[in-house]
C-alpha cells in the first residue's frame, strides 16, 4: 500500500509541476502507473526470495550479479505499464512508444541499483573500527577530494577537468570499494550520484547535451553503472575477506585441534613411560623371587 500510495501522489505531483490538466485522464495514467509499480516491486521481491535466498543480496558476487539481473527483469514492469498509460491517455504518441518506453527503463533500473543497495547496507551489521590507518586513509581521500575541487575553480583547467568528470570519480569510488565497507561506499555513491544530478540540473557538468532527454538518460546510465560496478567490487572484496576469516578461524581451530592431540599423546607417553618402569621393576622383583625360591628348594 505505501508504495501504491506514494507513487500515486508521486506522479500525480508530476503532472501538475509540469502544468498537463488534472483531470480523468491523468488520475487513470496515474494509477495505472501505481499499479505497476507495485507489482514491479512484488515481482522483485519474489524473485530475490526464489534465487538469492538471502536478507543481504550483496555478500557475494554471484548474488550480486543475480540482483542485477532481477533488477533488470522486474523494471520491465513498471516501465510497460507507465508507458502505455500515457499512450492510452494520448500523451505519447505510437511512433514514440519504443523511446518513451526505453526513457522510462533506464531511470526504474537506475533507482533500483541506487537506493535499494544503500537502504539494505544499512541493516548490514558492522564495527565501526577507527584505527590510525582508516584515519590517515580518511584525511587523505579528503585531501584528494579538495583537490579536485580547487582544479575546478582554475579557469584554464575548469573545462577539461569538468568534460572528465565520469572517468576521474571513478578512481575514487574504487578506491571506497576496495578500502571500506559497503555503507561507505554506497554512502559515496550517492553522494556522487547528487552532485551529477545538481551540477547537470544548473547546465554545467559533461552530462550536459543537446537536449534535456539525452541529458537525463546519460546522467542516469553513469549513475546505474558506477552503483553496479561498486557494488560488485565491494561484494568481491567483502567475499574475499570472509574467506579469509573463515580460513584464519579454520586454521586456529586446527592448530588447537594439532595441541589437543599432541598433549593426548603426550599423556599417553608418559603413561606407558610409566608402565614400562613399574613393568621393570615388577620383572626385577619376580626375578629375585625366583631366584631366592631357586636357593631355597637347594638348600
Known amino acids: 500500500p505505501g508504495i501504491t500510495i506514494g507513487s500515486l501522489v508521486a506522479y500525480m505531483l508530476v503532472f501538475w509541476l509540469n502544468g498537463i490538466e488534472i483531470n480523468s485522464g491523468t488520475i ?3 494509477i495505472i502507473i501505481s499499479i505497476g509499480n507495485t507489482v514491479e516491486i512484488l515481482l522483485g521481491r519474489y524473485l530475490i526470495k526464489r534465487f538469492i535466498k538471502d536478507q543481504d543480496p550483496f555478500k557475494n558476487t554471484h548474488n550480486t ?8 527483469i522486474m523494471c520491465l514492469i513498471g516501465s510497460s505499464f507507465g508507458t502505455y498509460s500515457f499512450h492510452l491517455n494520448g500523451i505519447v504518441d505510437h511512433q514514440d512508444f519504443i523511446s518513451e518506453w526505453f526513457m522510462w527503463w533506464i531511470p526504474n533500473v537506475t533507482s533500483v541499483l541506487l537506493f535499494t543497495p544503500f537502504i539494505l547496507s544499512w541493516k548490514r551489521k ?36 569538468e568534460k572528465s568528470y565520469p572517468f576521474l570519480i571513478i578512481p575514487f569510488l574504487l578506491w571506497l570499494s576496495f578500502r571500506f565497507n559497503l555503507q561507505t561506499t554506497l554512502t559515496g ?14 547546465g554545467q557538468g559533461p552530462f550536459v547535451l543537446d537536449s534535456n532527454e ?3 538518460l546519460i546522467l542516469q546510465i553513469f549513475i546505474g553503472v558506477i552503483s553496479i560496478t561498486s557494488i560488485i567490487l565491494s561484494s568481491t572484496v567483502y567475499e574475499r575477506l570472509d574467506a579469509q ?16 592431540r599432541t598433549k593426548a599423546l603426550n599423556d599417553e607417553i608418559s603413561f606407558r613411560k ?13 626375578r629375585k623371587a625366583n631366584v631366592e625360591l631357586d636357593n631355597f628348594v637347594y638348600k
Not at 65 to 72: E, G, K, M, N, R
Not at 278 to 283: D, E, F, H, I, P
Open 65 to 72: 550479479f543475480v540482483f542485477l539481473i532481477i533488477a533488470l
Open 245 to 260: 576469516l573463515t580460513i584464519q578461524k579454520f586454521n586456529e581451530t586446527l592448530e588447537t585441534k594439532i595441541d589437543e
Open 126 to 161: 558492522f564495527n565501526l573500527q577507527i584505527t590510525r590507518r582508516t584515519i590517515i586513509e580518511s584525511l587523505i581521500f579528503l585531501f584528494c577530494m579538495a583537490l579536485f575541487i580547487v582544479i575546478l575553480r582554475n579557469e584554464a583547467l575548469a573545462p577539461t577537468i
Open 274 to 286: 610409566r608402565a614400562e618402569d613399574k613393568l621393570k621393576v615388577t620383572n626385577r622383583q619376580l
Open 214 to 216: 539525452n541529458s537525463i
Open 28 to 30: 487513470q495514467a496515474s
Open 189 to 202: 555513491i550517492l553522494i556522487t550520484a547528487l552532485s551529477a544530478i545538481y551540477i547537470t540540473i544548473h
